[in-house]
């Protein structure tokens, strides 16, 4: 998320950060590097080592337009937001109709996640998919800026974060419900570029990827009438999955739709399904996350 200011520069600069964070440098034919966007988090955001990880994966494609079936990445140590990130892929298959491929991410020999990608072109054959929820049209949803007006202090990691994606939600938002005592067990986002998407299908699923690191998490404190800044909680992904049934188009709205099936262990799943304006199911995304909640101590 990004600054509540100047909506219209603000995003779009932000989204030309996060098309030259995609810009990854080819060093080699299996080795890219990458750089940090200016706002950044604690450690590198998930949706960036995913979305470049990708990325790497795609440019060694014998075929370029061989589409991607699934992407599983597994976070196995913190990034440092100040140095670049090294991408070393792994050439697994190449056949006609399929593909694999690993990609690790490396900064200064430390694995900091590893990547698997599977590309396959199936064809023709068995179709059908779950219904899109009943939500209202985007362009009637209020902007990010307007909901986190007046949360300034609240949520500050939110309101001062890199805001490449225009967000509209069709829900209050975590912190909004907060404040209402509410409780909801799921989060429906409408998204798409902040900018003029690129004609490059590995820009646009990359930019779906980014972005499915967002949200997804929300419902399993929300299920709780919990949220960020209001209360004391721990969040880090532990893995993340994402099945691509149809290309997308990025320039173009998409609503995520997430829920929390269950949290255990300190450990919370969210599952979710990026749908088209046309309510067909684009990708489907499981996320594990590692969740401390620290109750108020009791007088």
Known sequence: MGPVGDAAISTNSDFEELLAVLDLNRVTDELFVGSHPSKNPMRTFGGQLMSQSFVAGSRTLVRDDLPPSALSVHFVNGGDTAKDIEFHVTRLRDERRFANRRVDAVQDGVLVSSAMISYMSGGRGLEHAVDPPQVGEPEAQPPLGELLRGYEETVPHF?????????????????????????????RVWMKAGGIMPDDPVLHTAAMVYSSDTTVLD??????????????????????????????????????????????????????????????????????GVLKYFPPARR
């Open 159 to 187: 309101v001062n974060a890199l805001q490449p994606i225009e967000w509209r939600y069709t829900n209050d938002p975590a912190w909004v419900m907060r404040e209402k005592g509410d409780r909801l067990p799921h989060n």
């Open 219 to 288: 419902s399993v404190i929300t299920t709780h009438g919990l949220s960020w800044g209001f209360d004391r909680i721990f969040a880090a992904s532990a893995n993340h999955s994402v099945w691509f049934h149809r290309q997308v188009n990025f320039a173009d709205w998409v609503l995520y739709s997430t829920s929390s099936p269950v949290a255990a262990d300190s450990r919370g799943l969210g599952t979710g399904h990026f749908f088209d304006r046309s309510g067909q199911v684009v990708a489907t995304v499981v996320q594990e």
